[in-house]
């Protein structure tokens, strides 16, 4: 059972910094693409970033210049650092990672930003 676990939420505020974690665990197939995505309240989940094993990164919009992804293969972790937050970061951070059988989720992690 691939287990998928974030930590690094909070309460931070606005223009301050957040880095989050995520490392994933128990899978028999090599990790492929991990990434962050969120849900804020009353929203549908959005991507935020993605990375795959070989390095290439891919971030939303709304984030490029502000956050950035990596990943340590040897670890099966990735990272989020997120800076210049803004209250519309607000949201429930979710992981994910990828193999050739499936896609594994953790239970996400929260990051409020005040104004």
């Known amino acids: 059972q691939v287990q998928v676990v974030e930590s690094g939420g909070g309460l931070v505020q606005a223009g301050g910094s957040l880095r989050l974690s995520c490392a994933a665990s128990g899978s028999r197939f090599s990790i492929q693409t991990m990434g962050w995505y969120r849900q804020a309240p009353g929203k549908q989940r959005e991507l935020v970033a993605t990375i795959t094993s070989e390095g290439s990164t891919n971030y939303a919009d709304s984030v490029k210049g502000r956050f950035t992804i990596s990943r340590d293969n040897a670890k099966n972790s990735v990272y989020l650092q997120m800076n210049s937050l803004e209250p519309e970061d607000t949201a429930v951070y979710c992981c994910?990672?990828?193999?050739?059988?499936?896609?594994?989720w953790g239970q996400g992690t929260q990051v409020t930003v005040s104004s």
């Open positions: 994910q990672a990828t193999t050739l059988v499936g896609a594994y």
